[in-house]
Every structure is written in C-alpha cells, then in structure tokens.
C-alpha cells in the first residue's frame, strides 16, 4: 500500500472474511469468474449493508408518488424505515421514520396525506419539515432537558432526484447525484427526460419477496438478453418471440461510468420499431428533449434493460401481452430491495409518459401485467430461476466452484458506437454483468469507492 | 371497491336450488384448477370474461380500503388467459414444471341476482400452494364473481380477487384464482 503518500490518509478497511477469504477473490472480472457466496452468504451481506447500501444513493420513490403538498409515501433506505414526503413548500424530503422519543415507527401506512407528522406512543409531534412541533405535557419537564430543536427528524443525510427518480443516501459524502450517474445520465434520459412532461408511476408499485439474493435479478436486468431463449422459450413456442433464437443479439451491450449498465437491442426493421415502439405523437417530444446524438440512438432500438448501480433496474421493451394483442411498449423500473442475503423485496413500477393517450396508457398497462411482474408470463420464469440458483448457491460443495461469466468478455469495444461509454457489438455478452460486479467489488474493498480516480 | 348489491338485486338464500347450483360451479371449478385442467377451466369463461386482482396498500381508514382502481397483478381478457392456459401447456412454462400443487378452499359464499337473472357471489378463498420442496404460499383472498348463462351454461363473466396481502409473500403468480 502506497498510503503514506497521499495528501490525506485514506482509512483502512479489512478485506478479508472471516474464515481468511480475500474479498478480491470473490469476483475476478479478467477470468470471468464470480465465488457463489456473493449470493447467499450473511457475512458479505453484513458488508454490502455496511460499505455499499448505506454509503451509495438508493433509489426511494417517484416524485409523481407525491403529488401533493402533504403527501408520502414509506420506504426503507438500507434497510431502515424512512418516510418520504412532500412539504408545503413543495420540496420532498425523507426522515428516518422513528420518534426521537422511543424510536416508534412514526408513519405507518405505506401512503397517505398528513398535516403533521404525530407519534401514537405518546404524541409528539412533527411538522412535515421534521421539526419537532410538540410534546405531551411539555410543563412536566425542565425546559433545559428539553431542547425541542435538538429532537427533530433524523434526516436522510442526502437526497436529490433525477428527472423524477428520488433517491436517498445515508452518507453525507456521497457525490452529487447527477455526478454519480455520470454518463448513465445520456441514456437514462432516453427513458425519464424523452417527453416535456416526463414519465409518471402508473398505479402503485407492485412489491412481492422473493428468496433470492439481490444481485441475481440485477444481473439479469444489466442486460441479460441470451436467457430469452431459454428462459423464455414458452414464448418462442406461443409465438411470442420470434424462432431465430439470435434474433435479439444485434445489439450494443453498454458500459457506462460507475457500475451503471445497459443493452440497446433493435427490432425487426420496419419504423413501427424504431425509437421504442413509442406512440407516434410522442415522437416529436423525443425531437425537442433529446439531443441529436441520442435522438439518432432512440430511433435505432426497440429494447432496452439496464441497471443503475447498485439496483435500480430498468426495461423499455415492445412486445405482446397476449396471443391476440399487438406488440405495445411499456416502460418498468425495478427497485430490487435487499432484505437479507438471500431474500429481495421487489419494487416493480411502471412509468408512462405524461403525454400518454388513454388509450396507450392502457395498452402499455395491459402488456405490462401479463407479461411482468408477479403474475407475467415471462418474469414468472424469472422468478423461478433467481430463487432456484440462489437455494442452490448454498452448497458448501458447490460454493466450491465458482459461476462462468465469460460470453464476449474477449472481445474489444467497438469505437464507432455512438454514445458515452464502453460498448461492446452484439447484445448477447456478460460484459455489462462483469462491470457490475467489478463495481460491486470496488465498493466492497475500497475505503471511499465514491471518489473516482 | 364499491358494493355491488344494489337495489335491484335479490339475495338467494342459503340452501335453496339456486344457491347450490352457484356453489356447485364453485366448487367444481376450483377442482379443475387444483387438478391442473386449465383447459377446461378456461371453458367456463365467457367470451368477454374480466379477470382483475388490484394491488393494494396499506392505508388509514379514511384513505378506504387500499386497492388500487385501475392498477394490478391481474388485468386479463379471454385471449390473455388463453394465452396462459396455452404457455402451461408448452414445455417450457419453467415457473409450473414440475407443476405447483393447488388447493382453493372457498367460504363464506354469499350470492344475488340481478334483474338480468346474472349471479353475484362474494367468497372468502385461500388458496394453498406447493412446488418442489419450497414452504407452502399462501392467497388469502376475497373473490367478487358474477356468473351468467351463455349458450345454456353457467360461466363466469367477471372475477375480481381482492388480496389481503400487501407486499405479496410468494416468488411469483404462476396460478389461478
């Protein structure tokens, strides 16, 4: 270690497990290689609480949730309850959702409206500002054991949003927002900044738990598009998807900054599948709110998966819901929540433009819940898979082995593509896997993974 | 979820003709879905069947009952349970082989009829489910049917089914209700 020569001494975190394990051997993204424990074992779980989800941005709501002066909604960031809400000033904010007095949940809906914010243990009460308004019998105490300023909400240490997308952090030093996303930002907006209005939450989310470590459905959602034809083959058979099982490999596979991930696939070629199968009247929208470059990029696809580090998934595709029913678009994000090493809370939410037709709004609907979520023909498949290789990746023996993610890991990015990044021609690969658990490996053994060097 | 008896609906009493007749349907069509005949199952649908299980959350008294009006796990016409129905008979519907072992238990079976001569019955379901080795998943529902003639038969012409659950305990819905 060359420590001594840095301006300002970097502390030291231990990188071992207990039984002596190197954490830099649990993920080697030369040789493709990925230990199964990263899956399932409670110790690296402890770590990921400790040095990724309490130290990076977590996604916590949708500011089309709150729409309101007074409206919230409850979430967890990092595994601790905290309550979103929208002030009278219009300005959102987040609390860890715990009296100051005996740690009581404070809110306990999972949404409403509220004036003020009132503790049903023994009535404290807060403003929608975390101020500590009241007490019971506040004459009963010495005035100077009492410090009303001192007892507001605990605050989230940060919050910004993207083009909707709030997200939280408990660590104060976390970068800003839009320099964590980095140049995720120019692909993101394909999806969340493409129309004047911006996107909105249709409903509420879908939330269901699932026995499976969170870093399974995020690997899936980097861009996994080659379990299509495995995973996926009712569809082929019903004729869902089209027989040639290369036929969705002829895309990019995409490595933004920080971890961030993402495959662009094109449809078959007829404009009825360029720029996402969006509604035509949207189109000019796409025209104004993107830039040249990603408006070219826009035109050319019809499919896109990604993820922001650490787990917030997104998926833009066009297909269909039924046998009977044309191919809509629809666009869902997932927040996959990690509740223990080997159980996910899944948060799947579809957006729609605000511009939508009714009409589109509700085809786009339609798709969507017959084909993901819970009950979807194809995520149903998904879910069976996540769970099956999270039971079995707890297997001392087979702990033993190590996971292949070589597929196109040889092979060299091609210069000519368009946008920001690292992309890699053909959208079957495990690039965008291996950036994810390369950065997952960062933030796991590096003191302050946020600065980039 | 508004009620759905209203004024020109008359309640069938417990024990009479008709109200066997519903709870045989019931009964027999929960047996075709716990022996896994999704084929016939699906005949006693009507041609225009809505299928919705809202999702919900959980809210103070005052904001009702938490589901959501237009937004759900469930949103289905006769081609998308076809279209189901069809998938489980693929071989390659991975989340259903081997196949989930089912049982619905129906209660509380409380039946109207409209002016139209349709049938509305509530019901209290739990539905148990098994696969592999995995623990057991339970639905704990209320189901809101209505059942009406077409071409000499009892079919189901709509069912809503309202989940108790919040955050729903199970990997996915790879079933039906």
């Known amino acids: 270690?060359?420590?001594?020569?840095?301006?300002?001494?970097?502390?030291?975190?231990?990188?071992?497990?207990?039984?002596?394990?190197?954490?830099?051997?649990?993920v080697s993204e030369g040789k493709a290689h990925?230990?199964?424990?990263?899956?399932?074992?409670?110790?690296?779980?402890?770590?990921?609480?400790?040095r990724l989800f309490r130290k990076t941005w977590m996604f916590l709501a949708h500011e089309s949730e709150l729409p309101g002066k007074g409206d919230y909604v409850t979430r967890n960031l990092a595994g601790e309850p905290v309550v979103v809400v929208r002030g009278d000033d219009g300005v959102v904010r987040a609390f860890l959702n715990s009296c100051r007095h005996r740690g009581m949940r404070l809110c306990r809906a999972d949404n409403g409206h509220m004036s003020t914010i009132r503790c049903p243990y023994h009535g404290w009460t807060y403003s929608k500002t975390g101020k500590l308004l009241s007490v019971f019998a506040p004459d009963l105490y010495d005035a100077a054991h009492l410090r009303k300023e001192a007892l507001g909400l605990i605050s989230v240490a940060r919050l910004e949003s993207y083009k909707g997308l709030v997200f939280g952090s408990w660590n104060e030093q976390v970068p800003k927002l839009e320099d964590y996303l980095g140049n995720m930002r120019f692909y993101l907006d394909l999806f969340v900044g493409r129309t004047d209005g911006g996107t909105e939450v249709v409903g509420i989310p879908q939330v269901w738990e699932v026995s499976t470590n969170w870093k399974f459905p995020t690997d899936n959602f980097t861009g996994d598009n080659f379990h299509l034809y495995s995973t996926h083959g009712s569809a082929v058979q019903l004729g869902l998807l089209p027989p040639d099982p290369m036929s969705l490999s002829f895309g990019h596979l995409i490595r933004a900054e920080g971890g961030h991930v993402l495959h662009v696939v094109p449809g078959p070629p007829d404009p009825a599948f360029e720029y996402f199968g969006l509604p035509r009247e949207l189109i000019p929208h796409l025209q104004r709110n993107l830039s040249?470059?990603?408006?070219?990029?826009?035109?050319?696809?019809a499919f896109s998966v990604g993820t922001v580090f650490p787990n917030l998934s997104f998926m833009q595709v066009l297909i269909q819901g039924d046998r009977e029913s044309p191919p809509s678009p629809f666009l869902s994000f997932r927040f996959w929540e990690?509740?223990?090493?080997?159980?996910?809370?899944?948060?799947?939410?579809?957006?729609?433009?605000?511009e939508a037709s009714p009409e589109y709004r509700q085809a786009s609907y339609e798709t969507y819940v017959r084909t993901f979520g819970p009950s979807g023909?194809?995520?149903?498949?998904?879910?069976?898979?996540?769970?099956?290789?999270?039971?079995v990746n707890m297997g001392k023996v087979a702990q033993r082995y190590g996971l292949h993610h070589g597929m196109g890991a040889h092979l060299d990015p091609d210069k000519s593509f368009p946008g920001p990044g690292d992309a890699w021609a053909g959208s079957y690969g495990e690039r965008t896997q291996l950036a994810f658990y390369g950065e997952w490996q960062r933030w796991l053994t590096q003191p302050q993974p946020w600065v980039r060097q | 979820m508004n009620a759905m008896v209203s004024d020109s609906m008359s309640s069938?009493?417990?024990?009479?003709?008709?109200?066997?007749?519903?709870?045989?349907?019931?009964?027999?069509?929960?047996?075709?879905l716990d022996r896994g005949?999704?084929?016939?199952?699906?005949?006693?649908?009507?041609?225009?069947?809505?299928?919705q299980m809202p999702t919900r959350s959980s809210v103070l008294p005052n904001d009702g009952s938490g589901f959501h009006p237009e937004f759900g796990l469930f949103s289905e016409n006769y081609s998308s349970l076809s279209t189901r129905v069809k998938r489980?008979?693929?071989?390659?519907?991975?989340?259903?082989?081997?196949?989930?072992?089912?049982?619905?238990?129906?209660?509380?079976?409380?039946?109207?009829?409209?002016a139209c001569g349709a049938y509305h019955s509530t019901s209290s379901v739990l539905v148990t489910r098994l696969r592999s080795n995995r623990p057991m998943d339970l639905f704990s529902t209320e189901r809101r049917d209505v059942l009406r003639t077409h071409d000499g038969a009892l079919k189901l012409a709509s069912r809503k089914i309202l989940l108790d659950h919040t955050v729903l305990d199970a990997h996915n819905i790879s079933i039906f209700f």
Not at chain 1, 1 to 21: F, S
Request: proline share 6%; glycine share 2%.
């Open chain 1, 1 to 26: 270690m060359q420590t001594g020569q840095l301006a300002q001494p970097v502390p030291q975190i231990a990188n071992r497990l207990r039984d002596n394990t190197d954490l830099q051997e649990l």
């Open chain 1, 34 to 50: 990925i230990s199964r424990r990263v899956y399932v074992d409670p110790e690296i779980f402890e770590l990921e609480q400790e």
């Open chain 1, 292 to 301: 040249p470059a990603q408006l070219a990029l826009a035109r050319r696809y």
């Open chain 1, 338 to 354: 990690p509740i223990g090493p080997t159980k996910t809370r899944v948060w799947s939410y579809l957006f729609i433009d605000k």
């Open chain 1, 377 to 391: 023909i194809y995520e149903q498949d998904d879910l069976e898979n996540w769970e099956e290789c999270t039971r």
């Open chain 2, 12 to 32: 069938i009493t417990i024990g009479s003709p008709e109200y066997a007749q519903v709870l045989d349907w019931l009964y027999r069509e929960a047996r075709l």
């Open chain 2, 37 to 51: 005949d999704f084929a016939a199952w699906l005949a006693l649908m009507t041609p225009d069947i809505d299928y």
């Open chain 2, 88 to 114: 489980l008979q693929t071989d390659q519907a991975w989340a259903e082989q081997p196949r989930s072992r089912t049982r619905h238990f129906i209660a509380n079976v409380l039946v109207d009829r409209d």
